[in-house]
């Protein structure tokens, strides 16, 4: 008795210590997101909208790199239980090249066709015009997020997710300041608007990579690239990590296509709607980072277990962190519900567009238990056994099955107001549940990928 009460708090202080950064972080990351959202809606609605569309590009890439990351934390957290250094550093060597080529694939995009992206979205004018002048600026800062975020995931993975929490706080805080300065010219500092905006992200997503890539060469040598070993890898070792990390690439990567393609099912509802949508995401982001934090936990530690060969143990974690989730998505999701017309009291925008805002919200918090049920068993638990394909099918069947037809069928068939949309697109988190829980059940989710076959 004495042992298994030792062994559940050995549990708690370990999720809480890899959980607790990372919502930290997160919550910063949204704060700020939150911050530039209130001060370019100072600039009027065209300016919200025009950022939120030019901000696709980089939700596309951020999504790759979170698919990268999270393919790499699989082999990370299992190699680090088994203690295998060498392939520590292949797998952070085909991390940093596949994030890279990625982010330079994007970055050129968005520089040389600023326009032709733009009116993918919209064919406002004004609109286009804007996210044309920050697009061009913001493309540079995605190849500085590429090494940070493989780097951030790394020392995550080997116990020290408080470091990437310290450079996010001084990055963002930079970010946070530039904003004000560039966007309303305050001082000596020119009035760029929107461009000021991409400016500052760009400079403090550099300084966020040196402050990262220096604290892991002096301190970590466990995770730091020293030698081009780290980027030859024999076709064995290709095919053992790929089938595994591949689908969760491609599982991030058509998800965020899914969510850019619901944004061109908004866009034909209007300005307002994509104003409304774009407020209410930036608030309801602060609420959704504990989902974030519970689910890396739950990755890396039942990755870990599985590493050191614990696979009962790896099964009772499984089962905690469900419980855990739908607990702290009930929470967050009463907290959105309460807190929801006071920020949105917070923008600039006419009083319809915020209460259709407000609206969203509502929907948003009650949907999120089943959302933080989603990300802990679909990011968490399923990956962390190496179960990425099974993960991948229940994600795209959520997305592309249900949530798109009905993005479009809503918006131009039925013709429906945005939170009513928002409302019939909940079924996707529906769909993915049921999916995720009979996978569980089933219990085939445990893989032990740390030995070559």
């Not at 919550?27 to 700020?32: A, E, I, Q, T």
């Not at 309303?184 to 040196?210: D, K, N, Y």
């Not at 980027?231 to 595994?244: E, M, Q, R, S």
Request: with cysteine; charged share 15%.
């Amino acid at each position: 008795m004495i042992r298994e009460i030792s062994e559940r708090k050995d549990f708690y202080l370990k999720m809480f210590s890899i959980a607790l950064p990372v919502v930290a972080q997160s919550l910063l990351n949204n704060s700020l997101s939150f911050v530039d959202t209130l001060m370019i809606g100072q600039l009027g609605e065209s300016s919200i909208a025009a950022v939120a569309l030019a901000n696709q590009m980089f939700f596309l890439i951020s999504l790759l790199f979170f698919g990268v990351t999270s393919g790499s934390a699989i082999f990370l957290s299992q190699y680090w239980g088994a203690r295998n250094e060498t392939n520590i550093q292949k797998v952070l060597g085909i991390s940093l090249f596949i994030a890279g080529v990625g982010a330079l694939f994007f970055a050129l995009a968005s520089f040389f066709f600023p326009r032709r992206i733009m009116v993918i979205f919209t064919t406002e004018e004004s609109v286009v015009q804007i996210g044309i002048s920050y697009l061009k600026i913001v493309a540079i800062s995605y190849l500085f997020s590429a090494f940070s975020q493989i780097m951030a995931t790394a020392l995550r993975v080997i116990g020290k997710a408080k470091i990437p929490l310290q450079v996010a706080l001084v990055s963002l805080s930079l970010n946070a300041i530039g904003n004000y300065l560039l966007i309303f010219g305050i001082g000596p500092f020119p009035q760029w608007g929107v461009a000021g905006a991409a400016l500052a992200t760009a400079v403090s997503r550099l300084v966020e990579m040196i402050a990262l890539l220096y604290i892991v060469y002096r301190r970590h040598p466990v995770i730091a690239i020293r030698s081009r070993q780290a980027f030859i890898w024999n076709k064995k070792f290709i095919l053992h990590i790929l089938p595994t990390s591949l689908p969760v690439i491609l599982n991030e990567f058509f998800w965020a296509l899914g969510m850019t393609t619901y944004k061109i099912a908004y866009s034909r509802m209007g300005i307002e709607a994509i104003a409304a949508i774009n407020v209410a995401e930036s608030i309801g982001n602060l609420f959704f980072v504990a989902m974030m934090g519970v689910s890396n936990a739950t990755l890396i530690m039942i990755g870990v277990k599985i590493g050191e060969k614990q696979i009962p143990l790896a099964r009772l974690y499984a089962k905690r962190f469900i419980t855990t989730a739908f607990f702290v998505g009930v929470v967050m999701g009463l907290f959105e519900a309460f807190f929801a017309p006071v920020f949105a009291q917070f923008f600039n925008i006419r009083a319809e567009v915020r209460q259709l805002a407000i609206y969203c919200l509502y929907i948003n918090a009650a949907l999120l238990p089943i959302k933080s049920l989603n990300m802990v068993i679909i990011v968490g638990i399923l990956r962390s056994g190496g179960d990425t394909r099974y993960s991948m099918f229940a994600e795209m069947f959520g997305v592309w099955a249900v949530g798109v037809p009905l993005a479009f069928f809503g918006a131009l068939v039925l013709k429906l107001n945005i939170y009513q949309l928002y409302l019939l697109l909940g079924m996707e988190e529906v769909s993915k549940l049921i999916l995720g829980m009979y996978r569980i059940k089933k219990g085939t989710w445990v893989n032990d990928l740390t030995e070559l076959h």
